[in-house]
């Protein structure tokens, strides 16, 4: 199965002509002639564009590789604009299914013999179709007789096979490099596909991403800066989630955001303090906000709200990943670079070893022209290079619990170039980042404690007094109990000790008797022997 899909995509990538996008120099004499020996595997879309040919190629391969498309088409500042504009296509207009099969899932799915019995208008054709599931709009009879406008999302049928078959692949070429690459080991690809691998399984779960949903929901319940459509949880299932239909605009439709008079420099703010609250207050961020996800509500372009849909990829940190993070944000805003190099060897991110003065002048020499510049002067592309021959030098391991937020960051990054490109990023982010960190330490963060468990102490306050008693009453019988098992335990040892004296005497004697036989002594030898025996029955009976 491995080895045919790892064929298949070779066979893809070849039939459309991408060995192209391979500069010359990089491919050496024997790639070149195994490439003119592949005859029957040339190029079928000579009149397509490269940029054409590259979606279409990751189109056919399934939604791994469209995934893998969607997260390139937010880096315009590493692509041409011509391959942007193509993979960009595949945030929401990949070749759909059928209508007809879409409804035939729906009907199976919620039990209804006619799809009218639920919804009272259902459009066959979809809506918009991504790479695991595409949606129909619809209207939903509710109980009160109203109806509602609502859009069906169905998980396209057949997905999970070609998924499964992609990630072995993927399992099987994190090994290979974890071998053979020389960054293999700190690169750790077997553990970033795992977790690759439990992300996008959770993604199709489509009652996984309503209940996603609904927590991203309540958590920005009443805010100025994102909404998250309300889920019809009683008409979801595994492959069927039913949600409220937004009439947003587009978040890449730039011209019709501006057309409207939208204050594109609050928006691009909201949009990454909406990524640092999701972070660092709530622990439960959308990890998939690709242009294709995100849209802008029509109402109020003054005072600008963003709309987040599909939910299936959301990331979480723990309190210890969380507080690390904020400590190196902050450290790095401040430009504090001992601090952010001292932080990675306390994390043991980099080995104990590593000189931190060596460190804090690498990191110091990488991030120092990125200050005070607007994103549109700023070369990410550069910047990450550097970062990366940076962490190859001191050793520096992936962490695969963090691969999902660093997507989303690139992701963040990316919509803030678009739509701002003045934006300063850091001035933006950094007051956040040093507030939640004041909220962390220091007397407001023990008095949030306190309240925190202050219900479970009042619950244990009337148990105290007989908790102590039995504390006091029991203690000394505790403690003798203990002290008995100790001389036992040290009776035991001593016992152990004096077996493993007479087994080395008896040893002893047992070969002093043979010299001694050997050498004519068989009185000497026979009282060693006796020895001998005496001391093997005292070691076995002691």
């Known amino acids: 199965m491995r ?52 979606r279409l190629a990751l189109q056919s391969l399934g939604p791994v590789w469209i995934k893998f498309g969607q997260m390139l088409s937010t880096r315009r500042d590493l692509l041409p604009a011509e391959l942007a504009d193509e993979l960009a296509i595949l945030q929401d207009k990949v070749s759909p299914f059928p209508g007809e099969q879409a409804k035939a899932l729906i009907e199976q799915a919620l039990g209804l013999n006619d799809i009218q019995q639920l919804f009272a208008e259902f459009d066959i054709t979809p809506l918009a179709s991504a790479s695991i599931a595409q949606v129909h709009s619809a209207r939903l009879q509710l109980a009160d007789g109203t109806q509602a406008a609502v859009v069906v999302k169905v998980i396209r049928p057949g997905i999970e096979k070609q ?66 459509p309300f889920v019809y949880a009683d008409y979801s299932r595994s492959n069927i989630m039913v949600m409220e239909r937004i009439y947003g605009i587009p978040v890449s439709d730039i011209a019709a955001l501006e057309a409207q008079g939208t204050n594109m420099e609050l928006l691009a703010k909201r949009g990454v303090e909406v990524f640092f609250t999701q972070v660092f207050r709530d622990s439960f961020f959308h990890a998939d906000m690709h242009p294709g996800n995100i849209f802008v509500a029509r109402e109020h372009p003054e005072n600008p709200k963003y709309i987040g849909i599909d939910c299936g990829i959301v990331g979480t940190l723990n309190a210890e990943d969380k507080r690390y993070l904020a400590e190196n944000f902050v450290a790095f805003f401040n430009r504090d670079y001992r601090k952010v190099a001292q932080l990675h060897l306390d994390s043991g991110w980099v080995p104990a070893h590593t000189k931190v003065e060596e460190f804090e002048s690498a990191i110091r020499t990488v991030c120092e022209p990125i200050f005070q510049k607007p994103l549109a002067e700023i070369s990410f592309g550069h910047v990450l290079l550097n970062l990366f021959n940076t ?39 950094k007051p956040f980042l040093e507030n ?27 148990q105290m007094p007989e908790l102590l008693h039995r504390y006091l009453e029991q203690g000394p019988r505790q403690q003798q109990a203990l002290l008995l098992q100790l001389q036992a335990l040290q009776q035991q040892q001593q016992h152990g000790k004096a077996q493993i004296i007479s087994a080395v005497l008896a040893a002893a004697s ?33």
């Open 3 to 54: 080895l045919s899909r790892f064929y298949q995509i070779q066979k893809t990538l070849l039939q459309y002509g991408l060995d192209e996008l391979i500069p010359a120099q990089w491919q050496p004499w024997y790639a070149r002639a195994a490439r003119r020996c592949l005859f029957w595997l040339k190029n079928r879309y000579p009149e397509q564009s490269v940029a054409a040919r590259l």
């Open 163 to 228: 998924i499964l078959a992609d990630l072995a692949l993927m399992d099987s070429l994190a090994v290979i490099a974890a071998r053979l690459l020389p960054d293999g080991k700190r690169l750790r690809p077997r553990e970033v596909v795992s977790e690759y691998r439990k992300t996008i399984l959770d993604e199709l779960d489509l009652q996984r991403e309503a209940a996603n949903a609904i927590q991203l929901r309540r958590n920005f319940e009443g805010s100025d800066s994102l909404y998250i």
């Open 391 to 429: 962490a190859r030098r001191f050793e520096m391991q992936v962490q695969p619990q963090l691969v999902l937020l660093q997507k989303t960051l690139l992701y963040i990054e990316g919509l803030g170039r678009q739509l701002y490109p003045q934006l300063d990023l850091w001035k933006t982010a």
């Open 436 to 462: 939640w960190v004041k909220q962390q330490v220091g007397l407001p963060a023990i008095w949030r404690q306190v309240k925190e468990n202050f219900p479970f102490w009042a619950e244990k306050m009337p």
């Open 510 to 542: 047992l070969i002093s008797a043979s010299i001694a036989l050997s050498i004519n002594l068989p009185v000497l030898a026979s009282l060693l022997g006796a020895g001998a025996i005496a001391l093997t029955v005292r070691a076995l009976l002691h």
